[in-house]
């Protein structure tokens, strides 16, 4: 959603799976003002990795073994589960995030989803179960230092994710080191979202 408009500079990346569809990936469109924004999905989960693994989110730091794609809750698998001797272990759920329609401003969700609902009522339970759990927004724009939600959009999200905020669920937010030769976690960006939505 805004990101595909006609004559926008873009970045591709040759494909050889045989299995893909298309011999391109998009990876990056050119915003106003020079600024970038990441189209590549799949890199969020990466990006996270690697900065849980080279201890880059100060928050989430004290956790020495990080496993990915653990199954947990109602049939859903959590994105990275990190354990540490003598701490209860924290379930932390990374979400791309490309929307911004005001100036500086991300949002999410970009579309209704029904899963990262789903996702937000098992983390909440987890918190109810004396675990950590963590909802971690990648930012993938260059033009954004404020993050919000879309209520408009996905007004059940925002409603399940007040209601996981006051069960414990913890907010981070971290915009995305976005250059035509890298991508990384970049600084934390302020979450503008009261809890009453």
């Known amino acids: 959603m805004g990101l595909q408009e006609l ?17 391109y990936s998009w990876k990056l469109v050119e915003l ?5 924004a990441g189209i590549d999905t799949a890199l969020p989960n990466r990006i996270v990795s690697e900065a849980l693994d080279k201890g880059r989110i100060p928050e989430l730091s004290e956790y020495p073994l990080v496993r990915s794609e653990v199954r947990y809750g109602n049939a859903s698998r959590i994105d990275f589960l990190l354990s540490a001797s003598g701490k209860p272990d924290a379930y932390v759920e990374v979400k ?3 929307l911004s329609r005001q100036p500086g401003l ?24 004396g675990y950590r759990a963590v909802m971690l927004y990648l930012v993938q724009r260059s033009d954004c230092r404020r993050f919000s939600l879309a ?19 913890e907010t981070l937010c971290y915009e995305a080191a976005l250059s035509t030769e890298s991508v990384t976690l970049g600084t934390p960006i302020q979450v503008d979202v009261d809890g009453n939505v």
């Open 7 to 23: 004559g926008a500079r873009i970045w591709l990346e040759p494909n050889d799976d045989p299995n893909r569809k298309l011999d």
């Open 32 to 36: 106003e003002g020079g600024h970038m």
């Open 96 to 98: 791309n995030v490309t």
């Open 106 to 129: 991300a949002e999410f969700p970009d579309s209704v989803t029904k899963r990262g609902t789903k996702h937000l009522h098992d983390l909440a339970r987890m918190t109810a179960q």
């Open 151 to 169: 209520e408009d959009i996905d007004p059940d999200y925002a409603e399940a994710y007040c209601a996981a905020t006051l069960a414990g669920v």
